[in-house]
């Protein structure tokens, strides 16, 4: 069974920066890729990003894509989300997910954070 814990969210103003982390433990074959997602009040979980942990290929979505990057350390079972140039408009609560593919698509992912809030200031 792979866990998942997401730290590092909090407050912060428009135009800083944050990098979410995941731990995950129990790694297995069922887990080889990790992905990013958020959802905001009142609307649907949204695609962020995703990478495999072996090949380092990743994917991204276009309303994210050059402002935040994935990352894993594998060594420390660890998948970042490092965000950039933060909006108000990026205020959500934000998980990660694990799966055997990495997919845009959330009930493809066999695993789920329970979530670390990210609330971001005018």
């Known amino acids: 069974q792979v866990q998942l814990v997401e730290s590092g969210g909090g407050l912060v103003q428009a135009g800083g920066s944050l990098r979410l982390s995941c731990a995950a433990s129990?790694?297995?074959?069922?887990?080889?890729?990790m992905g990013w997602f958020r959802q905001a009040p009142g609307k649907e979980r949204e695609f962020l990003a995703a990478i495999y942990w072996s090949t380092g290929i990743s994917d991204y979505a276009e309303s994210v894509k050059g402002r935040f990057t994935i990352s894993t350390d594998n060594a420390k079972n660890t998948v970042y989300l490092q965000m950039a140039s933060l909006k108000p408009e990026d205020t959500a609560v934000y998980y990660c997910a694990g799966g055997r593919i990495i997919t845009r698509t959330q009930r493809t992912w066999g695993y789920w954070g329970q979530g670390t809030q990210v609330t971001v200031s005018s």
């Open positions: 129990g790694r297995t074959s069922s887990n080889n890729g």
